[in-house]
């Protein structure tokens, strides 16, 4: 009876290492599910702030696809600053020569263009609507060409490279538009 005894205080013994074995496993194990980024439970509000960051390759990736859309954004701002700029060359030089020459025509080209691209880069697609208006005059034609393109690079300084801006657009269109009239003009 003294062995039967001893046997199940032994047995006991052994059950109680092993149950503050499991005790201990299991709460050492919930913070360490918390470190890893893991919930215990199936909610996502348990998640850690680094889980959702993501992993430094995506960081990375994510870093590179911002710096370019700066810089799409800045060549964007560039390219409406050069079809200001033309717009006026194009109409100074109608003003002093009475006609567009064949640097003018080309300049013309160029602004479309880089209208074309402006339009791209903003999400708008080709939009084959009549031009509203269309001055009958090259002079009244080439003033507007310079307005339009000026109100188009004001429109673009303004918009942020997260904003799709439907100004930007429909200058871009109104120009493009424009300048098909303006060669429509220039050939009797």
Known sequence: MILITEGIQGLVQSL??????????????????????????????????????????????RRAEIKHEEESHKEMIDRADEAALIGEQILNSFQKNKSLGKDDLKKLERMEKLARKIRGSTGGS????????????????????????????????KTSRLVISAAVINSSNELIELIKHIRGIQRP
């Open 126 to 157: 080709d939009d084959d609507a009549p031009l509203e208006n269309p001055p009958q005059q090259s002079e009244k034609a080439l003033a507007r060409l310079a307005d339009v393109s000026a109100e188009l690079n004001k429109s673009v300084q």
């Open 16 to 61: 109680r290492g092993l149950l503050l074995a499991l005790t201990s496993l299991a709460l050492l194990a919930a913070p360490a599910a918390a470190q890893r980024g893991q919930s215990t439970v199936g909610d996502a509000s348990n998640q850690s702030p680094r889980r959702e960051l993501g992993s430094p390759a995506d960081e990375i990736i």
